[in-house]
């Protein structure tokens, strides 16, 4: 079993700045991407930024030149750096692995984090 445990959530001003880090761990041979997603009360859960195991990133619009994610493919760790926030960046961010190809296992798999909070408020 695979699971992954984000941190870093919390309380920020407006204009603040949050690093969210997620750790997975378990029989994990690779994982294709990693990424972050938030789900604001009464919305949708949407994509918040991507990283594959190459380097490519992609990135909400909304949070373009502002938000910088990262990953270390050794540890299958992924980061957020969230700088200049905003309001509407307040939800629960949640961190994704999709194509985790698993030892002694056919076939990948997609799994979640359990999320953390960020609010932004004066």
């Known amino acids: 079993q695979v699971q992954l445990v984000e941190s870093g959530g919390g309380l920020v001003q407006p204009g603040g700045s949050l690093r969210l880090s997620c750790a997975a761990s378990?029989?994990?041979?690779?994982?294709?991407?990693m990424g972050w997603y938030r789900q604001a009360p009464g919305m949708q859960r949407e994509l918040v930024a991507t990283?594959?195991?190459?380097?490519?990133?992609n990135y909400r619009e909304s949070v373009k030149g502002r938000f910088t994610i990262s990953r270390d493919n050794a540890l299958n760790k992924v980061s957020l750096q969230m700088n200049k926030l905003k309001g509407e960046d307040t939800a629960v961010y949640y961190c994704?692995?999709?194509?985790?190809?698993?030892?002694?296992?056919?076939?990948?798999?997609?799994?979640w984090g359990r999320g953390t909070q960020v609010a932004v408020a004066s």
């Open positions: 994704n692995a999709a194509g985790v190809m698993l030892e002694g296992a056919e076939g990948s798999y997609e799994f």
């Open positions: 378990g029989s994990i041979f690779s994982i294709y991407i």
């Open positions: 990283l594959t195991r190459g380097g490519s990133d």
